[in-house]
């Protein structure tokens, strides 16, 4: 079955650094566009970021652009979000997750547990 | 980029009643390219619905989407104790930047 697994979240200082990984299993990963999708504390949902199954097109919203970047490698089945310049309003779990075929990539069909992300002095 | 209001921000309801929760787009959907999902308390989002209509792998039946344009449906014809959650719908007519709405927190009258 298909299962994503995050790690990496952690504590952080403002203006600081985390490196996020998503290992992905039970399904063709290299064939998918996968994405990065945020909740803060008693919030709704937020996407971050997209990559496309080859990498060759990625998408970051206008509140992380600049600071994260997304990645991928298909040989490890695992897709990565580098996070550099934290900001207090960066705190939040992050969920990896697939993006449905039926979508073309662009809703989500399977998600992660999530890893919590906290950016604090 | 589209905004996305729910509405009601929180549905009270008894098991076995019918749910009808609204979703408003600032500006028309392309090809109605809206998508439905349930959170549950401490857990990750689940797919309902996308297209707008078209019910997700595994979905019951009594999960159903409508709507077009601008204006969109999810009703749960007959509620089960394990649909008391929160609802999200998101957008992907523009592709990114993808936008959800604020949710909808169905729970027990």
């Known amino acids: 079955q298909v299962q994503l697994v995050e790690s990496g979240g952690d504590l952080a200082k403002p203006g600081g650094s985390l490196r996020l990984s998503c290992a992905a299993s039970g399904f063709n990963f290299r064939d998918y566009f996968m994405s990065w999708l945020r909740q803060a504390p008693g919030k709704g949902l937020e996407w971050v970021s997209s990559?496309?199954?080859?990498?060759?097109?990625?998408y970051h919203a206008d509140s992380v652009r600049g600071r994260f970047t997304i990645s991928r490698d298909n040989a490890k089945n695992s897709l990565y979000l580098q996070m550099d310049s934290l900001r207090a309003d960066d705190t939040a779990v992050y969920y990896c997750a697939r993006g449905s075929l039926h979508c073309g990539g662009d809703c989500f069909d399977s998600w992660g547990q999530g890893t919590p992300v906290t950016v604090s002095s | 980029e589209i905004v996305l209001t729910q509405s009601p921000d929180t549905l009270s309801l008894s098991p076995g009643e019918r749910a009808t929760l609204s979703c408003r787009a600032s500006?028309?959907?392309?090809?109605?390219?809206l998508a439905w999902y349930q959170q549950r308390p401490g857990r990750a989002p689940r797919l309902l619905i996308y297209?707008?209509?078209t019910r997700a792998t595994g979905i019951p039946d009594r999960f159903s989407g409508s709507g077009s344009g601008t204006d969109f449906t999810l009703t749960i014809s007959r509620l089960e104790p394990e649909d008391f959650a929160v609802y999200y719908c998101q957008q992907y007519s523009d592709s990114a930047p993808y936008t959800f709405g604020q949710g909808t927190k169905l729970e027990i009258k």
């Open positions: 500006q028309s959907i392309f090809s109605d390219y």
């Open positions: 990559m496309s199954s080859s990498g060759s097109t990625i």
């Open positions: 297209t707008a209509s």
